[in-house]
């Protein structure tokens, strides 16, 4: 079992940074990897970005060159360095882990950008 907390979120005007963790405890060894989704109100949760064990990356275009994941192994925390950020990029975000095929999810952390 893998438990999965994120923090990070808030408020921040247009063109503003955020940066989001993502905490993983319980068995976290053979995580393959981890990644981050939004959901906004009424919509179903799309992927942002995501990191493989190897440490390869992987972003959805809307967020390349403005969003970076990043991965600390000693402290097992996932981070999303959001920059430039557009009111479009409000959501709830969720870290997700990956584990022998089992999807881990955490609560969420809201992000509201405002114009």
């Known amino acids: 079992q893998v438990q999965l907390v994120e923090s990070g979120g808030g408020f921040v005007q247009a063109g503003g940074s955020l940066r989001l963790s993502c905490v993983a405890s319980?068995?976290?060894?053979?995580?393959?990897?981890m990644r981050w989704y939004r959901q906004v109100p009424g919509k179903q949760h799309d992927v942002v970005a995501a990191?493989?064990?190897?440490?390869?990356?992987d972003y959805v275009d809307s967020v390349k060159g403005r969003f970076t994941i990043s991965r600390d192994r000693a402290k097992n925390t996932v981070y999303l360095q959001m920059n430039n950020l557009k009111t479009e990029d409000t959501a709830v975000y969720f870290c997700?882990?990956?584990?022998?095929?089992?999807?881990?999810w955490g609560k969420g952390t809201p992000v509201t950008v405002s114009s």
């Open positions: 319980g068995t976290v060894s053979s995580i393959s990897y």
């Open positions: 997700n882990a990956v584990q022998h095929g089992k999807n881990y």
């Open positions: 990191i493989l064990d190897s440490g390869s990356t």
